[in-house]
């Protein structure tokens, strides 16, 4: 069934066939993903709000970078193949994600004024039109618009691997992290392949709502929704550095 398809790795169309039959504690909801959906932003934040004043309290910032960076993606790979276990671990990652991005914004936001407050703007901004442009069917999933946003995500995945791999050997690519005009067309072309993200997220979630998920795929797909929305931040704060320095 291509209905559940998504490039969101948490959020795969046999994750759906492999539990499809397991409906004990009720089946899954839009209402209820959007509630769950909340409920892990509002950890998020909460999270973000106190490591952000770590600096202010003196405190040192490496332990918030390193478990809420490693934690989190820990705990997202444990999610991604033990789904499940979502209800519990779900928001144990929103907190670890509010951690990382909380100091991480603070730090950005030392270097430019006002960049993280424009950055949330952008990211729920974007979040929005996606949801709009989707319920009025002005962008549909469909396969093909599918194999695009999936292979253009699997090449962005790719290049950052690469650029990872060489950056430990102090080699850097120059437009990943420059404020040249390829630089900045880069992230553009990244921020909207994080954006069109959203609207496969949503089809997956709406049509899985139709074919009677199983009631902790709310949390699960939440979690997923929550994968994109902090990569889209990301994105955008990284753009908007770029923008700044010229």
């Known amino acids: 069934m291509a209905l559940f398809e998504s490039n969101n790795p948490v959020l795969k169309e046999k994750t759906f066939q492999s539990v499809a039959a397991d409906h004990s504690n009720g089946v899954m909801t839009i209402n209820g993903t959007v509630a769950k959906m909340g409920f892990l932003l509002a950890m998020v934040m909460a999270a973000a709000i106190y490591s952000w004043g770590a600096g202010a309290r003196q405190q040192n910032i490496m332990p918030f ?32 994600e509010g951690l990382f991005l909380g100091v991480l914004s603070a730090m950005y936001s030392g270097l430019y ?39 253009a995500t699997a090449g962005i995945a790719i290049f950052y691997l690469i650029a990872m791999v060489l950056r430990m050997f102090n080699i850097n690519m120059p437009f990943l992290h420059d404020s040249s005009m390829i630089g900045i067309i880069f992230s553009l072309v990244v921020v909207a392949v994080a954006a069109l993200n959203l609207i496969l997220d949503f089809d997956m ?42």
């Open 113 to 151: 004024d006002g960049i993280v407050l424009q950055a949330v703007g952008l990211t729920f901004g974007t979040f929005i039109a996606m949801l709009i442009l989707y319920r009025t069917r002005v962008i549909r999933a469909t396969e093909k618009f599918r194999a695009v946003i999936i292979t």
């Open 205 to 246: 979630i709406e049509n899985g709502a139709a074919q009677g998920a199983p009631k902790y795929f709310e949390w699960y797909a939440a979690f997923g929704l929550l994968v994109t929305l902090v990569w889209l931040y990301l994105e955008i704060l990284r753009l908007l550095s770029k923008l700044n320095r010229r």
């Open 65 to 96: 970078l390193l478990v809420g960076g490693i934690g989190g993606f820990i705990l997202a790979i444990v999610i991604t193949f033990k789904k499940e276990w979502a209800p519990y671990l779900a928001p144990a990652y929103a907190l670890a």
